[in-house]
């Protein structure tokens, strides 16, 4: 049965990632944040497969809830049309193909030059969320403000590329 709804719930996780960013039945933004909380709701089912039960809750009420509700008010507020698509320059488009790929190398230099990282040990399921915090912001503290920072470009992007050309 845990084999079952792993499968379940990963390909919800999967379709739901496919979904967001490559809709084929609607260009609205505000679908594509849809299937962001579907996503959201996938992972933590996985999260309660793991006997992460904290993290699950949490990823409902903080992603699930509050970041989405953040993304559709920022998406309603620009008043974006289905119809709208900006023209793009050819001098856009080829920086940001050099900063994605530049990005590309140095994720991958990262991964493969790094010496092997000790992980520590899982906290205790049944311990609270005194652990994790403790593991978090003692051995995760800069994945969580990347995350933070992820977070922010990600609003900012939403903004620039929903923009509205004024000539």
């Given at each position: 049965?845990?084999?079952?709804?792993?499968?379940?719930?990963?390909?919800?996780?999967?379709?739901?990632?496919?979904?967001?960013?490559?809709?084929?039945?609607?260009?609205?933004?505000?679908?594509?944040a849809m299937f962001l909380v579907v996503t959201f709701i996938g992972l933590?089912?996985?999260?309660?497969?793991?006997?992460?039960?904290?993290?699950?809750?949490?990823?409902?009420?903080?992603?699930?809830?509050?970041?989405?509700?953040?993304?559709?008010?920022?998406l309603m507020l620009l008043n974006l049309r289905e119809e709208q698509r900006?023209?793009?320059?050819?001098?856009?488009?080829?920086?940001?193909?050099?900063?994605?790929?530049?990005?590309?190398?140095?994720?991958?230099?990262?991964?493969?030059?790094?010496?092997?990282?000790?992980?520590?040990?899982?906290?205790?399921?049944?311990?609270?969320?005194?652990?994790?915090?403790?593991?978090?912001?003692?051995?995760?503290?800069?994945?969580?403000?990347v995350v933070s920072i992820l977070l922010l470009v990600a609003i900012i992007?939403?903004?620039?590329?929903?923009?509205?050309?004024?000539?």
């Amino acid at each position: 049965m845990q084999d079952a709804l792993f499968l379940l719930f990963a390909l919800v996780t999967l379709v739901g990632a496919v979904l967001v960013v490559a809709n084929p039945f609607s260009r609205d933004p505000v679908a594509s944040a849809m299937f962001l909380v579907v996503t959201f709701i996938g992972l933590s089912g996985l999260f309660v497969l793991l006997g992460a039960f904290f993290l699950a809750a949490i990823q409902i009420l903080v992603y699930a809830g509050a970041v989405m509700v953040l993304f559709l008010f920022v998406l309603m507020l620009l008043n974006l049309r289905e119809e709208q698509r900006r023209k793009y320059s050819l001098v856009k488009g080829f920086l940001g193909t050099l900063l994605v790929g530049l990005l590309a190398s140095f994720l991958i230099g990262t991964i493969f030059g790094a010496p092997a990282l000790t992980v520590p040990g899982p906290a205790p399921m049944n311990a609270g969320a005194g652990p994790l915090g403790k593991m978090l912001f003692l051995h995760y503290l800069l994945p969580f403000e990347v995350v933070s920072i992820l977070l922010l470009v990600a609003i900012i992007g939403v903004v620039i590329l929903s923009k509205k050309d004024i000539r």
